[in-house]
């Protein structure tokens, strides 16, 4: 997992990406997350159910009994949200902000919600999942994008993957304004910009590595059943 990503547990945040969105599938964006089975389950989320995009970020979660290398403390969830509707197939600019300890807001092209950011700062455990007899750890969650759920024991698994298309995700260090959102949403970054420390634009066109280009490192691998196209949003930059 990329360390330099870490900050987004207690600190502010957002993420901005097209997504080809159809209001009939439900799936995951974007996830990372300790939880699985009978574990912590802290997470930040951005996830489709159905014709509703929800962000979410739970820094306590409901926990278990300790296993032999697993740690877990017993816990109340605390859970912040913030959702918005979608009507019709088409491609939409998203951006999940997080106001540290202020509020939560998503966006979508121009319309936007937002909420109190209830969550504080948190940590996330090693989380634990169950193969046979045996509680099998995992370590510290990796970012995932169009899936909540990564590798386990080598396979991968089919967990909620989202089912659309995704272009330009970008991750920042700071709380981008209204205007910054529509003007990356017009011209997408360069990847030299200050606060984007994570920018995956998805132009590889081949291989199995999808390559953070800030020059930050944040590189992806590719699983499951995805796939290059040039079916892309048209920029405007000028």
Not at 64 to 83: D, H, I, K, R
Not at 103 to 123: A, R, T
Not at 152 to 161: D, K, R, T, V
């Amino acid at each position: 997992y990329p360390p330099l990503l870490d900050f987004m547990t207690n600190s502010s945040f957002t993420i901005s990406s097209w997504f080809f969105i159809d209001p009939s599938n439900s799936g995951t964006l974007y996830r990372r997350g300790d939880g699985w089975s009978m574990s912590q389950n802290r997470f930040i989320n951005i996830n489709q159910d159905l014709n509703t995009i929800i962000f979410s970020i739970r820094s306590t979660g409901n926990s278990s009994a300790q296993f032999p290398g697993c740690n877990y403390v017993s816990e109340s969830q605390t859970t912040s949200l913030v959702s918005l509707e979608i009507n019709d197939p088409g491609w939409y600019y998203l951006s999940c902000i997080r106001n540290f300890n202020q509020e939560l807001i998503i966006q979508i092209d121009s319309i936007f919600e937002s909420s109190d950011d209830n969550s504080g700062p948190f940590d996330f455990i090693e989380s634990c999942s169950c193969c046979g007899d045996e509680w099998v750890s995992e370590g510290i969650p990796n970012h995932l994008i169009g899936a909540s759920r990564g590798e386990e024991n080598g396979n991968w698994l089919n967990n909620n993957h989202f089912v659309g298309m995704i272009n330009n995700l970008q991750i920042w260090n700071t709380v981008l304004t209204s205007d910054e959102i529509e003007n990356y949403k017009s011209c997408p970054p360069s990847g030299n910009e200050e606060g984007l420390v994570g920018y995956w634009n998805f132009n590889d066109n081949e291989g199995d590595t999808v390559y953070d280009i800030t020059g930050n490192g944040n590189h992806g691998t590719i699983n499951g059943q995805a796939s290059f196209s040039t079916d892309v949003p048209e920029n405007n930059c000028e």
